[in-house]
């Protein structure tokens, strides 16, 4: 049977996005295909990351253990995995559990295109100031469902500016819930207020990684 490279599971709160301050259970799948400037999760990424193999079952054992009804599905990159359709698949066979997966936009999610919303992507665009913005996969804005969610993620003015012009050409706001959120520690939140206020952005939702705030910033597992 096919196996998971699973660097951690825990339990917490969801720190970030539409799910945010309920109760998850983290599967954090090894290696990122990306470089982001920010990333806060480096040691996930690495080739010598120690990992657990677990197959799709063993990982649905884990979730009912933990009695949590969302799971958040990240890394590292979670779709790079060839068979996470399989994980998916089984995680959504338990009654009741949603799942929400955390991707970094340059890996296709048009094989998800069947599904409910019981299956959120969380999917970011990459800014200029991760440095991997060229490596975005700009057809994935068709694919997007209105409970999904697309994540700027800001660490400067030019990022501000950047969102704004995507969220326009693609008419993000339509399609998505969209979210703005900083890079923790490298700008001013208020700065990003502020552009939503000048620009009138209403529909757009601004963030704070929770977790950030509850535990020490550089602590995983929470
Ligand atoms: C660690 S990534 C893993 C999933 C996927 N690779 C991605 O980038 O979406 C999870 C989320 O954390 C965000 N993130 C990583 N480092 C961050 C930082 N320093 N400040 C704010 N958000 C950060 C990413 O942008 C992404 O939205
Ligand atoms: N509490 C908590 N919430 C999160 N939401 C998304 C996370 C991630 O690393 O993808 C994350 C995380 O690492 N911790
Ligand atoms: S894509 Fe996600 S995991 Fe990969 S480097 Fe960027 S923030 Fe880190
Ligand atoms: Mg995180």
Known sequence: METFKVVETFVSINGEGKKAGRLAMFIRLKGCNLNCSYCDTTWANKRDARCELLTAPQIVERIKEAGVELVTLTGGEPLLDE????????????????????????????????????????????????????????????????????????????????????????????????????????????EIVEFMKENKLNKVRFQIQIHKVVWDPDKTGV
Not at 97 to 118: A, C, F, H, L, Q
């Open 83 to 190: 068979n996470v359709s399989e994980l998916i698949g089984s995680i959504l066979m338990m009654p009741k559990v949603e799942i929400e997966i955390e991707t970094n936009g340059s890996v296709p999610i048009r094989y998800y295109k069947e599904r409910d919303n019981r299956l959120t992507m969380t999917m970011d665009y990459k800014l200029p100031s991760s440095n991997m913005e060229e490596n975005m996969c700009l057809e994935n804005m068709e694919y997007l469902k209105p409970w999904d969610v697309v994540k700027f993620v800001i660490g400067s003015r030019e990022d501000l500016n950047r969102a704004k012009e995507i969220i326009e050409r693609f008419r993000l706001c339509e399609k998505a819930i969209v979210y703005f959120s900083p890079v923790f520690g490298k700008i001013e939140p208020e």
